[in-house]
């Protein structure tokens, strides 16, 4: 085909040089401004791109453009491209759009843009926009990139905080997803993507403070998801619902919600096989694992917000913390739920820690307390303090053991008088006195045949009250028949 007319300099050369592959360098840093040794019309580049320049047997065309002035728009959109795009440091006036188009390999590197769409873009290859600085929205929605997606370095900000930085709902990236030390403002939208080769995020920072700086609801990550090594998240991280067949880190991040009443790592609903939650300072925010099942968790007390919700969540293995950590670790909903101690009694007895997993059914029971009735606390603490609510059967046995000393102390100063003639009496003993008082049946006849008086005879009603409910404190709670649940 013949060279169309009126191309300056530099378009020149990069005609000649698309059947061959060959770079044509413009010069080594970004265009500051338009100079005319550097510009190149957009629709050259897609003109070239969409077959408007013949090929050479034996070579690979390419567009291999650095250091270039890119004026008009790049509009790819819906179009078939069967050659390799690399743009290397070039200032681009008007966003790309790749919108709907089936491509190769997609490179700007170092560019900057005012924007890029790629909505339902299929790429056979990457699409890489590593160092480039985008000011605007980077749309990537419905997406399928079979080479993986690459924004390393890249500095994306959006233009408004309706505007997403980042939109890329339902992307799907077979390789993997690399925005390792990208730095994001106004949010990053991957509500129903698919990464199959994971998700790096390391070093990475993403401000949309008060709002949402990850919305990952759905996605479904394939091997590791990497939210770590001064990850940094000034907004909400949302993943609820998403799933994980690998680890999901968040190893020396920080996480801030920009507002202590929001969510500052929304991971309900969730599945993984690993979570590290183990930021870098204490997260800022609120927390909610609940009804999220996690083979292991690894945490640390000195990074667990104020408020944790933990309600359904089910868990095999947990790391990091001791005993008192994790009672505390249960307790950080603001409203009390029976599950999440369960879960962790379970565990610990699992883990062959019998005496732990009654110690937390024990702080269950009376954290539940306070959200009862002034009869029901009555019950709860009668219940705590006589036999600990079964857990703790002893307990009844000493104050048991307490109130027939003190009815053997008593008796033996003040002897009841006699209600039977003298030769019908069993011979009064103080110990087996008290002891027939505190038995809520007669057993040994003392009872019946000895009436107390004065003082001891409130003495005597007070053993005989207490009989009767230690052993219906003993009874619930040994059988758990009445024990709440």
């Known amino acids: 085909m013949p060279e169309p007319p009126g191309l300056n300099a530099a378009e020149r050369r990069l005609w000649s040089a698309f059947p061959s592959g060959a770079s044509v360098v413009l010069g080594d840093d970004l265009p500051a401004g338009p100079d005319p040794d550097r510009i190149v019309r957009a629709e050259i580049i897609a003109r070239l791109l969409l077959g408007g320049r013949e090929t050479r047997p034996g070579a690979i065309p390419a567009v291999r453009l650095r250091g270039a002035y890119v004026v008009g728009a790049l509009d790819l959109a819906g179009g078939t491209i069967e050659h390799e795009l690399r743009l290397d440091r070039c200032r681009l006036?008007?966003?790309?759009?790749?919108?709907?188009?089936?491509?190769?390999?997609?490179?700007?590197?170092?560019?900057?843009?005012?924007?890029?769409?790629?909505?339902?873009?299929?790429?056979?290859?990457?699409?890489?926009?590593?160092?480039?600085?985008?000011?605007?929205?980077?749309?990537?929605?419905?997406?399928?990139?079979?080479?993986?997606?690459?924004?390393?370095?890249?500095?994306?900000?959006?233009?408004?905080?309706?505007?997403?930085?980042?939109?890329?709902?339902?992307?799907?990236?077979?390789?993997g997803c690399y925005a390792r030390n990208a730095e994001i403002t106004g949010g990053v939208r991957f509500v129903g993507a698919r990464m199959n080769g994971g998700l790096f995020m390391e070093g990475a920072t993403l401000r949309n403070p008060g709002r949402l700086a990850l919305d990952a609801q759905s996605m479904v990550v394939e091997d590791a998801a990497e939210f770590s090594g001064g990850f940094t998240a000034l907004g909400t991280v949302r993943i609820r619902n998403a799933r994980f067949t690998g680890i999901v880190s968040f190893s020396r991040a920080v996480l801030d919600s920009g507002d202590p009443a929001r969510m500052a790592l929304h991971a309900s609903h969730m599945t993984a096989d690993e979570l590290m939650l183990w930021p870098e300072r204490r997260i800022e925010g609120r927390v909610s694992l609940s009804y999220s099942r996690i083979s292991l968790i690894m945490d640390h007390p000195s990074v667990w917000p104020d408020e944790l919700y933990l309600n359904g969540l089910t868990y095999e293995t947990l790391r990091g913390g001791e005993f008192k950590d994790r009672l505390s670790w249960v307790s950080r909903d603001p409203e009390f739920h029976l599950q999440p101690y369960e879960q962790l009694a379970t565990w610990y007895h699992g883990v062959g820690h019998d005496d732990l997993a009654r110690?937390?059914?024990?702080?269950?029971?009376?954290?539940?307390?306070?959200?009862?009735?002034?009869?029901?606390k009555g019950?709860?603490?009668?219940?705590?303090?006589?036999?600990?609510?079964?857990?703790?059967?002893?307990?009844?046995?000493?104050?048991?053991?307490?109130?027939?000393?003190?009815?053997?102390?008593?008796f033996s100063l003040d002897r009841p008088g006699n209600i039977k003639p003298p030769d019908e009496l069993p011979r009064f003993h103080a110990l087996i006195y008290s002891l027939d008082l505190l038995i809520p049946i007669d057993t040994f006849g003392q009872q019946q045949s000895y009436d107390p008086s004065g003082w001891s005879r409130w003495v005597a009603y007070g053993l005989v009250s207490a009989g009767w409910v230690l052993a219906t404190a003993l009874i619930a709670g040994v059988t758990r028949v009445l024990r709440p649940n």
Request: charged share 20%; hydrophobic share 45%.
């Open 93 to 175: 006036v008007e966003a790309p759009d790749l919108s709907n188009a089936v491509t190769r390999q997609l490179r700007f590197n170092g560019c900057r843009m005012p924007g890029f769409d790629g909505g339902g873009l299929r790429a056979d290859g990457y699409l890489s926009l590593s160092g480039s600085r985008i000011d605007g929205s980077l749309r990537l929605p419905r997406a399928q990139l079979s080479g993986g997606l690459r924004m390393n370095g890249s500095v994306i900000t959006a233009r408004s905080e309706e505007e997403w930085a980042v939109f890329a709902g339902a992307l799907v990236v077979e390789v």
């Open 359 to 376: 110690r937390v059914q024990l702080a269950k029971l009376r954290a539940r307390r306070r959200s009862l009735n002034p009869v029901g």
């Open 379 to 410: 019950w709860n603490h009668l219940l705590d303090w006589t036999v600990g609510y079964g857990y703790r059967p002893w307990l009844a046995f000493a104050w048991f053991g307490v109130l027939l000393a003190v009815g053997t102390l008593v």
